[in-house]
């Protein structure tokens, strides 16, 4: 009728969630990935923790403007070496995803990471995939009520624990801690405890595939990284088809059918709910559960393993693969140029700057001496743990003399401290209008502590 939803269109555009039940597996991909998983959540949860030199290891200390990584210490200065590691990883991920295509998704994603630890989580309380299908299938009786509770009750309480170690990250951990068991935090880490703790607890305990599927954007255009080498998760059809079950073992393998059986282990085990069979898809983690699930199966039927496997398009096709390719050179070429320019560049650099600005109401203006002067007033910014005495020099032209306000002059660790300076010069010495000049800016009770800048000085030529 007129006016009616049409409930069958609807149905096709917005399909209903149902809830994927994973199957444990065990293989060489679980096992890397089951590692990885181990050491990104081990550096995120002990990392706030590490003392060096006193100190918390990693902190970034925002109300102070410091931002601590063991020996290094940043300021705000210091963000054009984020941009630029900002540009690393995005290369990195360039390289990664061409060479082998969703390692990051698979083995590194911070949503892949703590949905695993949720499922193994729900795995020992719940069971494996057939009691979970079976408990959420029955009556709400005391012992699902119990289960449930149980599982949601460790879920919050270590998504509180993430979000703990966030705020960590930014609020001294061992204070933090010592706040909350006197119930005395404040606003904002209250907030951001709970906030993380909610995100972690809603994006991988219930979201889960669905922020793969539907949130990220890396979905999205990954394909426009793969080519025909890339190695990615592939079903060998040719090999594979047509499906069928049969008993186990070689004698008993039918003629007229491949060495699929079609058991749907590959999907059971998939975190996004996909079959790979029906090709390569965007949904595709690249986790290579899959991988290792075939591989069980085909070992236990006595078949070539491989039947699913991290493979290339050409391989597939009985063409050799190239690795050594322009794109994967470029990439790696631009990812060791940048992260030893960049790492290079946070190693001698030095925790001091100075900035320049040249008065510009007046050009030049002349002394009751006949000399003429310049004004400038400089900005020092001690980015340096310590106090330090300074000392500011001038050089560039015969006979200049440099007076400023104060020199030599103290400035305290984390500020910036600014002064009026005047050079002056005998106009004879002027060969242009304009002409290069030089600061210098060294620490008293520090030699290696020091840094030069360029002005230009203006005057008469005579």
């Not at 990885?36 to 590490?50: D, E, H, K, N, R």
């Not at 290891?57 to 900002?86: G, H």
Request: charged share 25%; glycine share 8%.
């Amino acid at each position: 009728m007129a006016g009616e939803p049409n409930e069958s269109a609807s149905d096709e555009i917005y399909a209903k969630h149902q809830k994927i039940y994973t199957r444990e597996v065990t293989g060489v991909f679980t096992k890397l990935r089951n590692l990885a998983m181990l050491v990104l959540l081990g550096i995120y949860y002990l990392g706030p923790w590490v003392q060096w030199d006193g100190r918390q290891a990693v902190l970034f200390d925002l109300p102070d403007r410091k931002f601590y990584l063991f020996d290094w210490v940043f300021w705000p200065q210091d963000f054009f070496y984020l941009a630029l590691l900002l540009i690393i990883m995005a290369y990195a991920l360039f390289f990664f995803t061409t060479l082998a295509g969703r390692l990051w998704c698979g083995y590194a994603c911070p949503q892949t990471v703590w949905t695993e630890i949720f499922m193994w989580i729900e795995h020992k309380i719940e069971g494996d995939r057939p009691k979970q299908i079976k408990l959420d299938k029955g009556p709400l009786d005391a012992r699902k009520l119990r289960l449930k509770i149980t599982k949601h009750a460790i879920w919050a309480l270590f998504a509180l624990w993430t979000g703990f170690t966030f705020v960590g990250f930014f609020s001294p951990i061992r204070e933090l801690w010592d706040n909350t068991l006197v119930l005395n935090l404040g606003g904002w880490e209250t907030f951001w405890i709970f906030f993380y703790g909610f995100a972690t607890w809603g994006n991988a305990g219930w979201m889960r595939e669905q922020v793969c599927i539907y949130m990220c954007p890396y979905a999205r255009f990954q394909s426009a990284m793969f080519d025909h080498d890339t190695l990615i998760i592939s079903y060998d059809e040719k090999r594979g088809e047509p499906r069928g079950s049969r008993k186990r073992g070689l004698e008993n393998k039918p003629t007229d059918k491949g060495d699929c059986i079609d058991c749907g282990i590959c999907v059971q085990v998939c975190p996004t709910g996909i079959d790979i069979r029906d090709g390569l898809q965007y949904q595709c983690i690249g986790c290579g559960a899959c991988v290792d699930a075939c591989d069980e199966v085909m070992d236990q039927m006595g078949y070539e393993k491989n039947l699913v496997s991290f493979t290339t398009e050409r391989a597939l096709h009985g063409e050799k693969s190239h690795i050594l390719r322009p794109r994967i050179v470029i990439y790696a070429l631009l990812l060791i140029i940048l992260s030893t320019a960049v790492f290079y560049g946070i190693a001698t650099r030095t925790p001091l700057e100075l900035d320049i600005i040249r008065d510009r109401n007046v050009l030049y203006r002349e002394t009751s001496n006949g000399l003429t002067e310049n004004v400038y007033t400089l900005k020092i910014v001690n980015m340096d743990e310590n106090p330090h005495e300074y000392l500011l020099g001038a050089y560039g032209l015969e006979g200049l003399v440099l007076d400023a306000d104060e020199n030599p002059f103290k400035v305290e660790s984390g500020t910036v401290h600014t002064i009026n300076v005047r050079l002056r010069v005998d106009p004879v010495v002027l060969e242009k209008a304009s002409t290069e000049v030089f600061f210098t800016l060294e620490a008293v009770d520090n030699p290696e502590l020091k840094v030069e800048d360029k002005a230009r000085f203006v005057g008469p030529v005579i």
